[in-house]
């Protein structure tokens, strides 16, 4: 199995917390990291808690979201990649994720963030 069908198959309840940890040593809050999850993927905070409770893997996660429109306005780097360059439609998701949840903990504005 390589590293992106590992991540695809990986439960999203696994990274969760690990979002919140991350956020929280910063000073932010799980409101900011489920604000951001809820804005990216169109879910419902009922949803997003159903999909860890079911530890949904990112695969299926993503496969039942309304991805946002702006969600192409997120750029830069991630892992060393630039999220916009990724060409894997999933993976290029999960790093959205990620860079969403790092703006989170490099203090920025969630208006911003959220590129209202």
Not at 16 to 43: F, H, S
Not at 75 to 102: F, H
Request: charged share 35%.
């Amino acid at each position: 199995m390589d590293r992106t069908e590992r991540i695809s198959r990986m439960p999203v309840a696994e990274v969760y917390p690990l979002y919140i940890k991350k956020v929280e040593r910063k000073g932010r809050t799980k409101d900011d990291v489920d604000a951001v999850t809820r804005w990216l993927t169109g879910y419902t905070q009922h949803e997003i808690d159903d999909h860890l409770a079911a530890r949904t893997s990112f695969e299926d996660f993503f496969a039942g979201a309304e991805l946002n429109p702006g969600a192409s306005l997120i750029t830069g780097i991630i892992c060393g990649v630039r999220v916009q360059d990724i060409e894997d439609p999933l993976m290029q998701r999960i790093r959205y994720l990620d860079k969403l949840v790092d703006e989170i903990a490099k203090g920025k504005a969630l208006e911003k963030i959220l590129r209202s």
